[in-house]
Nanobody, 114 residues
Framework: VQLVESGGGLVQPGGSLRLSCAAS????????TSWYRQAPGKQREWAAT???????KYIESVKGRFTISRDGAMNTVYLRMDNLRAEDTAVYYC?????????WGQGTQVTVSS
């Protein structure tokens, strides 16, 4: 399983970004795929998940601002982030759980600053 994230960058507060996670070696439509994030000096935290049936879950702090989705044909999962705040600054990681084994991407940096 290989996961490759992209789409991070520097954005002003209130701005938007869309992260992408391209998967290979697995089918994102079958297994739960999640986005995690790790802010400087903090532990990695779960942010959002899309399950095989398409249902989604979010950490409370991003509800109403972040949207996780997927494109089965492209085998890619997305994280649309709107109304970004300084506290959203972190390295964002894509992760998939296959047969009890969790795989991770290399991460993409998101910096929210004026």
């Amino acid at each position: 399983v290989q996961l490759v994230e992209s789409g991070g960058g520097l954005v002003q507060p209130g701005g938007s970004l869309r992260l992408s996670c391209a998967a290979s070696g697995t089918n994102i439509r079958i297994y739960p795929t999640s986005w995690y994030r790790q802010a400087p000096g903090k532990q990695r935290e779960w942010a959002a998940t899309i399950n095989s049936g398409g249902s989604t879950k979010y950490i409370e702090s991003v509800k109403g601002r972040f949207t996780i989705s997927r494109d089965g044909a492209m085998n890619t999962v997305y994280l649309r982030m709107d109304n970004l705040r300084a506290e959203d600054t972190a390295v964002y990681y894509c992760s998939i759980l296959v047969g009890g084994l969790r795989s991770w991407g290399q991460g993409t940096q998101v910096t929210v600053s004026s």
